[in-house]
């Protein structure tokens, strides 16, 4: 017989139904043949339970098959006041998809190593009749009951609203609160009182149960006995001990403590990793702190590091995926990055739920995609810090954004013997967009050097502002060498000679805080899938009074006031610049993708990646033969590199054959590549869901590289 043949109905026409009082509990030899058949579909290892194995019905190995004549299935866990399959489901279940908090670091799913695509139980439980099964109870493994859970990720809630895991303890979806046990603990007392269906009744079957255990002297060899947790009421407590300390969380394919403890368990340095400072006398947020003995910095608590970088990577499906037959180490996250679950399921959400054009229908789906679509825009004003949703436009992604002000605010405003000023370290797309304006204008284009760490010439800036300074447009952060330029200072000097300022966010957003307000940027551009959303959209800020005077620069349906053949009048900013149907599904994914970082806390991933950048640099410096390309002081995320001796392409290829993950090539910035004498470099990236390991498997794959021992 099969578990799944186990069921209800099956149990009903034995006259045995869920809650049924002693008068109607089966007879010994029944419960003997259901426990068998539960037992034999249980993953058991005989050996924990220190009895041998022996063949069950349908083949199936049975630690429990011999046993004899019992009655196990008769303990219903209620009536002892155990908390059910149930509340075990919720605890130990994947996590529903909830756009409202965060709970994905405490997807206790992942524990399990179950997928959230698995529906239900993917574990031992599946199939099996909730009314065998709802009798363990988890203090009686050794594990926290939800209460303790509860406590736990109640305790380790750090103050401050922009810590991860900032999740309500509460309404974390899955975990029953301490008033629900109450209420369980409650229910089952009322239940026990009840003579008819009282504890005794089931411990006695429990004896009989293990009565017929060829272990005689009635304790199980070789396995300590356990006695209950001090101060936790288990109701298996008049029972011999060793009657259940055999039995093992694993047993029955929940998390055992290690798991657990491993789960809960709060990021930690490696050993040794503490990480040099890659610089003296930095001024970047980071390095000091560093020197000052590692991680801990003030300011921090110390006892609550912000976030447990293997929980948040349980919020990443696609982390768990095997390239090669390794665990996929993903360090290209500069060209891309990773989405958590809320940002997939929020993008599925819509196309179930609200789908539809947005702005212009009365009915309910255009409420709701609208409503959606503007909350996103409300969000991303919100990361951004703008002073109003009105200054965010919905765009492609970053190249897009600086097209549209190129193309509007440029070909309105700048003419020949203008100058648009950008860096050295530019990306393509804040360099042809220029070009082809000054083409259009006769406007001329100028370009800040860099010293040889790739960090920004303050003093060749300054030399290259003037009266005919139009614009400056610059990177935040660089994506071929990491460098993050001096964006206060450089806005502020622009606007010294009245020149508007457009700062490309693209790779700083998900690694730093931008503050445009704070910046004082006139506009500022990032893509949604370097920042753990959707491809195909991004936003550009732009200062209120600022997009009031632009033009629009494609005309269509959606960015219009009123259209006659005669004329047509235009929607203000921010529709007048969103022509025609955009992306709003990933507006939507956007903007989770923006609340996920936010609940994290985009200063604890500033903190935590940049102490990985470190180890990394310091780590890659050691390898012989290796040159580092942009060793700036202010560094985030990236580190490019050359070998001598290997083609970069071959270090790409070489690496992906274990599983890791990096860019090789231009980078869409040969320039700044061509500045350190260089066509292509190798780059790995980081985002805070990379961890030390993975820098280590980097460093020992590039090592064995170099020694001939991959190629
Ligand atoms: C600094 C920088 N600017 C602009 C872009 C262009 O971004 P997208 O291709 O998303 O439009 C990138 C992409 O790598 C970038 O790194």
Redesign the pocket.
């Known amino acids: 017989m099969i578990t799944s043949e186990f069921d209800q109905a099956n149990l009903a026409q034995s006259g045995f139904t869920e809650n049924s009082g002693a008068a109607s509990l089966p007879d010994v030899d029944y419960l003997t043949k259901l426990a068998n058949e539960l037992f034999s579909a249980l993953p058991c290892d005989g050996s924990r339970l220190g009895i041998g194995t022996s063949a069950a019905s349908g083949g199936a190995v049975s630690p429990l098959a011999g046993l004899g004549h019992s009655g196990v299935t008769g303990i219903a866990p209620q009536a002892v006041g155990l908390p059910g399959e149930l509340e075990l489901r919720q605890l130990f279940a994947p996590r529903q998809p909830s756009f409202e908090s965060v709970p994905d670091s405490l997807d206790t799913g992942s524990v399990l190593g179950n997928t959230p695509s698995a529906p239900g139980l993917p574990s031992s439980f599946a199939g099996l009749d909730k009314s065998v099964l709802s009798g363990i109870f988890p203090h009686d493994f050794g594990l926290p009951g939800a209460a303790e859970l509860q406590q736990l990720l109640v305790s380790r809630i750090p103050s401050g609203s922009n810590i991860p895991g900032s999740v309500d303890a509460g309404s974390v979806s899955g975990i029953p609160s301490a008033q629900d046990v109450t209420v369980e603990a409650q229910a089952s007392a009322e239940k026990s009182a009840d003579a008819s269906f009282s504890p005794q009744v089931f411990e006695t079957e429990l004896q009989k149960l293990f009565a017929a255990n060829p272990t005689s002297d009635g304790s199980i060899s070789g396995l300590t006995v356990s006695t209950a947790t001090p101060g936790l009421a288990s109701s298996f407590a008049n029972l011999d001990a060793s009657l259940i300390a055999g039995l093992s969380p694993e047993v029955y394919g929940l998390p055992g403590e290690a798991e657990l403890l491993k789960f809960f368990t709060p990021f930690s340095t490696p050993s040794g990793s503490t990480p040099e400072s890659a610089g003296s006398g930095s001024s970047f947020y980071f390095l000091d702190e560093l020197k000052n003995g590692g991680f801990n910095a003030p300011g921090l608590a110390s006892a609550h590091p912000p976030f447990d970088v293997h929980a948040v990577r349980r919020d990443f499906p696609i982390l768990q995926e095997r390239v090669n037959g390794y665990p996929l180490a993903w360090l290209d996250n500069?060209?891309t990055t990773q989405k958590p679950q809320v940002v997939i399921d929020r993008v599925s959400y819509f196309y179930e739920h609200e789908n539809s054009n947005i702005h212009r229908a009365a009915h309910e789906l255009a409420a709701r995609a609208t409503d959606a679509y503007e909350k996103s825009r409300d969000t991303v004003a919100h990361f951004l810090n703008a002073s109003s949703s009105e200054e965010i436009i919905f765009v492609r992604?970053?190249?897009?954004g600086i097209n549209l002000i190129a193309k509007s605010w440029g070909q309105q405003n700048l003419v020949a013997g203008d100058e648009i000023i950008i860096t050295w370290l530019e990306?393509h797309?804040?360099i042809v967009p220029w070009q082809q304006l000054c083409e259009l204008t006769g406007a001329r284009l100028r370009v800040v050097p860099v010293d040889d760490s790739g960090q920004v010439l303050l003093g060749e800036y300054q030399k290259l502002l003037s009266s005919r300074t139009k614009l400056v447009s610059f990177?935040h952060v660089s994506?071929a060498l990491g460098t993050v330029t001096p964006a206060q200072e450089i806005i502020a000097m622009a606007h010294r000679v009245g020149a508007r300022v457009l700062l490309?966010a693209?790779?700083s957003v998900s690694h730093l805080q931008v503050d445009v307000q704070a910046l004082d940027c006139d506009w500022c551009v990032f893509?949604g899938?370097?920042i753990f959303g959707p491809t195909g959209i991004?936003a550009v800020y732009g200062k209120a009074e600022l997009l009031e005077s632009m033009p629009p620069w494609q005309g269509g349906g959606n960015m219009i006031d009123d259209v006659t053949f005669e004329k047509t009048t235009f929607q203000p900013a921010p529709a007048r610049f969103e022509a025609g149907t955009g992306n709003i599904a990933d507006a939507v994914g956007l903007g989770a993708a923006l609340e996920y970082l936010t609940k994290i806390g985009i200063q604890n991933v500033a903190r935590y990646e940049h102490e990985l950048l470190v180890y990394g640099m310091e780590a890659l410096k050691s390898i012989q033969g290796l040159r580092l390309i942009g060793t700036a002081t202010e560094k985030a995320s990236v580190l490019s590199f050359v070998l001598a001796g290997h083609s970069n392409q071959d270090i790409g290829v070489a690496l992906n054959k274990v599983g890791i993950a990096v860019r090789t090539g231009h980078h869409?910035a040969q320039p700044i590549l061509r500045r350190f004498g260089l066509e292509s470099t190798v780059r790995p990236s980081l985002a805070f869901y990379n961890t030390y390991e993975e820098i280590d498997r980097l460093v020992t794959t590039v090592k064995q590289i170099q020694s001939g021992k991959i190629v």
Do not use: I, L, P, R
Not at 397 to 400: F, N
């Open positions: 500069a060209a992604g970053t190249t897009e990306h797309a804040n990177t994506n490309d693209a790779q893509s899938h370097k991004g869409c």
